[in-house]
């Protein structure tokens, strides 16, 4: 038992981290460098702990999310090694690279890499300086590449790649006009050119069975089809303009009079440089479609702005009644800042997070399940053992022993892979320090930091917040509400 014990303090752990560099990869780069990684650990007998993974993210610089994650979680000092498939998937920059192993061996951690073996002498520290400055030096000279070959193809007037502009086909590289859609292109611009708003030529194009893609047209489609320079044979990368790509269809003169009505639009709606805050955050408590800015004209003539929810928009026969922009926007942000200002408040988000964290730690099943499998193997190895010593064998008391054994073993593998999981654990101070810097940002930011959703009734609303620990709520699905008021005819609940 005590030789058993021995070596199971000695097993090393680690986690895997995995990386990706661009949309033109997919996730069997991932499977590849993660199977590749586990062969590695079970030959050298390292216990994988986690995975942290960053996808589509380049190693030229640090802002990669799972990364940064992986960085802040070494200083809870759970494990101690940083494996990788190569060491540029960990940074394809020296310096960073330099840096954040620096940071990383602080708090106690190595970088491995399963391919490259790198030995623990002082020509290792020559060898690992030397790839990771060639590392660094093949991803600027690749960057230089593929920026020389994407010009070289914009030059020859060869189409990049991507979605194709409707009223154009493509044929061996070459973008030419669609006859068969160019005056549904035409047809649009010189409609809105004459007046006709964008939701009538919408309607015009419904009647007439014209779709983009198999759909009905989308007014935010339109709106990017008036805006877009190539109707009109012109291609801008960065400073540079090329004329030989899209051939023109629309006219210099209707262009600019289409530009020249323009206003802005914000979210697909017309709503004259006016930015509401909460769209894409309201769902309607009644039909569950989201609720969109919209604008419309009073009696007056004065632009009005307003929330309307979809489904009543597209005529599924929800009677949510429409409602002011400023007069919902006001009173949503006065709750939001008074709320999360107060202290008595804050205490109670605190305290509930921590103790649903404990909660949770706790019910663990499958640890618990596991810890139980494994007191049982141990009471049956101590019964076996306790037989041998009064002299009780049999031709299957090795067997039994050596199963018994391995099987604790085993269990103890699963039972730290399984603690590893909710070792990541938030603390009061980091709770009330993302409140704190969530508080001080601007009034959009702080709304896409700190709120999931809204759902809206004509005299209720229910705020869903982002917060630190809020995968950890008790009820798991629908979290605890913290705050309840009325405020300006409305019910107000906060939840996490």
Same mark, same amino acid.
């Given at each position: 038992m005590e030789k058993r014990n021995s070596q199971s303090n000695q097993l090393k752990t680690a986690v895997i981290y995995a990386r990706y560099s661009s949309d033109n990869q997919t996730e069997q780069s991932i499977e590849g460098q993660l199977r590749v990684c586990n062969e590695y650990a079970e030959k050298e007998k390292i216990i994988i702990v986690g995975t942290y993974i960053d996808r589509a993210?380049?190693?030229?610089?640090?802002?990669r999310p799972d990364f940064q994650r992986m960085i802040k979680d070494s200083a809870?000092? @759970?494990?101690?090694? &940083?494996?990788?498939?190569?060491?540029?998937?960990?940074?394809?920059n020296k310096y960073e690279s330099s840096n954040y192993k620096h940071i990383l061996k602080n708090n106690g951690v190595k970088v491995l890499s399963a391919c490259e073996q790198i030995p623990e002498t002082p020509e290792g520290i020559i060898l690992e300086s030397m790839l990771e400055g060639m590392n660094q030096y093949f991803s600027a000279e690749l960057s230089q590449k593929v920026k020389r070959g994407m010009r070289e193809t914009r030059l020859k007037g060869h189409f990049q790649g991507g979605s194709l502009l409707y009223g154009y086909k493509?044929?061996?590289k070459k973008?030419?006009?669609?006859?068969? @859609?160019?005056?549904? &292109?035409?047809?649009?611009?010189e409609q809105y050119a004459n007046g006709v708003e964008v939701k009538y030529i919408r309607k015009q194009l419904d009647e007439k069975g014209v779709t983009h893609k198999g759909k009905p047209f989308a007014q935010s489609t339109l709106y990017r089809m008036l805006r877009n320079e190539k109707y009109i044979g012109i291609f801008r990368h960065q400073d540079e303009i090329f004329d030989n790509i899209y051939p023109q269809i629309i006219s210099n003169e209707l262009f600019e009079k289409v530009k020249s009505k323009q206003t802005c639009y914000k979210f697909g709606k017309k709503s004259v440089s006016v930015e509401y805050l909460f769209c894409r955050k309201i769902k309607?408590?009644?039909?569950?479609?989201?609720i969109n800015a919209d604008s419309g004209t009073s009696h007056t003539g004065a632009i009005m702005h307003y929330y309307k929810c979809n489904g009543r928009k597209l005529n599924h026969n929800c009677n949510k009644s429409t409602v002011?922009?400023?007069?919902?926007?006001?009173?949503i942000v006065n709750s939001i800042m008074e709320a999360l200002s107060n202290e008595k408040i804050i205490k109670d988000i605190v305290k509930r997070l921590l103790d649903a964290q404990k909660e949770l730690a706790n019910n663990n099943v499958i640890l618990n399940m596991l810890t139980s499998e494994k007191k049982k193997a141990e009471t049956a190895l101590d019964n076996l053992i306790k037989a041998l010593e009064r002299g009780i064998m049999s031709n299957n008391t090795n067997k039994r022993l050596n199963e018994l054994e391995n099987t604790i073993e085993e269990l103890e593998r699963k039972i730290l892979i399984e603690k590893s999981k909710s070792t990541v654990e938030i603390t009061e101070q980091e709770i009330r320090s993302f409140i704190q810097n969530a508080l001080s940002l601007e009034i959009k930011?702080?709304?896409?930091?700190?709120?999931?959703?809204?759902?809206?009734?004509d005299d209720k609303m229910t705020i869903y917040y982002k917060m630190l620990g809020s995968n950890i709520s008790?009820?798991?699905?629908?979290?605890?509400?913290?705050?309840?008021e009325e405020r300006s005819g409305y019910i107000i609940e906060m939840l996490i």
């Amino acid at each position: 038992m005590e030789k058993r014990n021995s070596q199971s303090n000695q097993l090393k752990t680690a986690v895997i981290y995995a990386r990706y560099s661009s949309d033109n990869q997919t996730e069997q780069s991932i499977e590849g460098q993660l199977r590749v990684c586990n062969e590695y650990a079970e030959k050298e007998k390292i216990i994988i702990v986690g995975t942290y993974i960053d996808r589509a993210m380049t190693g030229t610089n640090d802002h990669r999310p799972d990364f940064q994650r992986m960085i802040k979680d070494s200083a809870k000092r @759970k494990w101690d090694y &940083v494996l990788v498939y190569k060491l540029d998937r960990f940074s394809r920059n020296k310096y960073e690279s330099s840096n954040y192993k620096h940071i990383l061996k602080n708090n106690g951690v190595k970088v491995l890499s399963a391919c490259e073996q790198i030995p623990e002498t002082p020509e290792g520290i020559i060898l690992e300086s030397m790839l990771e400055g060639m590392n660094q030096y093949f991803s600027a000279e690749l960057s230089q590449k593929v920026k020389r070959g994407m010009r070289e193809t914009r030059l020859k007037g060869h189409f990049q790649g991507g979605s194709l502009l409707y009223g154009y086909k493509l044929i061996d590289k070459k973008i030419y006009i669609d006859e068969e @859609k160019v005056e549904i &292109v035409r047809f649009i611009f010189e409609q809105y050119a004459n007046g006709v708003e964008v939701k009538y030529i919408r309607k015009q194009l419904d009647e007439k069975g014209v779709t983009h893609k198999g759909k009905p047209f989308a007014q935010s489609t339109l709106y990017r089809m008036l805006r877009n320079e190539k109707y009109i044979g012109i291609f801008r990368h960065q400073d540079e303009i090329f004329d030989n790509i899209y051939p023109q269809i629309i006219s210099n003169e209707l262009f600019e009079k289409v530009k020249s009505k323009q206003t802005c639009y914000k979210f697909g709606k017309k709503s004259v440089s006016v930015e509401y805050l909460f769209c894409r955050k309201i769902k309607c408590g009644y039909c569950g479609k989201s609720i969109n800015a919209d604008s419309g004209t009073s009696h007056t003539g004065a632009i009005m702005h307003y929330y309307k929810c979809n489904g009543r928009k597209l005529n599924h026969n929800c009677n949510k009644s429409t409602v002011g922009k400023d007069y919902i926007e006001q009173i949503i942000v006065n709750s939001i800042m008074e709320a999360l200002s107060n202290e008595k408040i804050i205490k109670d988000i605190v305290k509930r997070l921590l103790d649903a964290q404990k909660e949770l730690a706790n019910n663990n099943v499958i640890l618990n399940m596991l810890t139980s499998e494994k007191k049982k193997a141990e009471t049956a190895l101590d019964n076996l053992i306790k037989a041998l010593e009064r002299g009780i064998m049999s031709n299957n008391t090795n067997k039994r022993l050596n199963e018994l054994e391995n099987t604790i073993e085993e269990l103890e593998r699963k039972i730290l892979i399984e603690k590893s999981k909710s070792t990541v654990e938030i603390t009061e101070q980091e709770i009330r320090s993302f409140i704190q810097n969530a508080l001080s940002l601007e009034i959009k930011p702080l709304i896409n930091v700190l709120i999931k959703e809204i759902v809206l009734y004509d005299d209720k609303m229910t705020i869903y917040y982002k917060m630190l620990g809020s995968n950890i709520s008790p009820d798991g699905s629908q979290g605890f509400c913290f705050y309840t008021e009325e405020r300006s005819g409305y019910i107000i609940e906060m939840l996490i």
